[in-house]
């Protein structure tokens, strides 16, 4: 039972590379979501999708971009990558939100995104 | 948006004690969930309870959302129980969770 799975989980990028990461989950989940964490901090929302087709903004959308071309799949995108993008992401799927019991969401192992 | 706010932010426990976590929100929410992120940095659910209380082995939460707040108990502490233990909330009508930051959990030997 793989759940949420995110590719790859370490990478090292030199600034103005660019890179996607994938995250795919296998409980055929509307709403996926990419979180950032900082050392020390806890979860920045980037972006999310409602659905697929569908994506939007979250707190910290600047310089990523997203896609959702699958309901099972959600890709993060580094056009240019810099060094305040040096983080650990991490993707997460749930089944709805709003009030219905149950809406555990579900994260991923986590992507190490060192960026020099 | 709807703010979350944890305390205590660090807290060290001798194996065997009792202790408390509390998240504040800002808010109504319609969703709460606790998670533990282990030192791996793996996080794992712990309790999806946006009102009531619920139990799991050592663990217990509840969550009174008229007075908008959540507790999690952690009743003799392990070693294992070690980590970051962060809340989340996802306001009524909304469909962003936001995450609190976090409880540092140290439980030593």
């Known amino acids: 039972n793989a759940g949420v799975t995110q590719t790859p989980k370490f990478r090292v990028l030199k600034t103005g590379q660019s890179m996607t990461l994938l995250c795919a989950q296998d409980m055929n989940h509307e709403y996926m979501y990419w979180y950032r964490q900082d050392p020390g901090m806890g979860l920045r929302l980037i972006h999310y999708?409602?659905?697929?087709?569908?994506?939007a903004k979250g707190e910290v959308p600047d310089g990523y971009n997203v896609s959702r071309l699958k309901k099972q799949n959600f890709l993060l995108g580094l056009e240019s990558a810099a060094p305040s993008q040096t983080s650990v992401y991490f993707c997460?799927?749930?089944?709805?939100?709003?009030?219905?019991?149950?809406?555990?969401?579900?994260f991923g192992e986590g992507s190490w995104l060192t960026v020099v | 948006g709807i703010q979350v706010e944890q305390s205590p932010p660090d807290l060290i426990l001798q194996e065997g004690a009792n202790s408390t976590l509390r998240c504040n929100f800002s808010?109504?929410?319609?969703?709460l969930q606790w998670f533990h992120q282990n030192p791996w940095g793996q996080l794992i659910n712990l309790f999806y309870i946006p009102s009531g209380t619920k139990q799991n082995g050592r663990l217990s939460a509840t969550t009174v959302a008229t007075e908008r707040y959540s507790l999690l108990y952690i009743s003799s502490s392990q070693t294992t129980d070690s980590g970051v233990y962060f809340c989340a909330a996802l306001k009524a009508a909304g469909n962003k969770l936001t995450f609190g930051g976090g409880t540092r959990v140290l439980v030593k030997p």
């Open positions: 808010d109504s929410v319609n969703n």
């Open positions: 999708s409602v659905g697929e087709g569908t994506t």
């Open positions: 997460a799927s749930s089944g709805a939100t709003g009030g219905y019991t149950g809406n555990t969401i579900y």
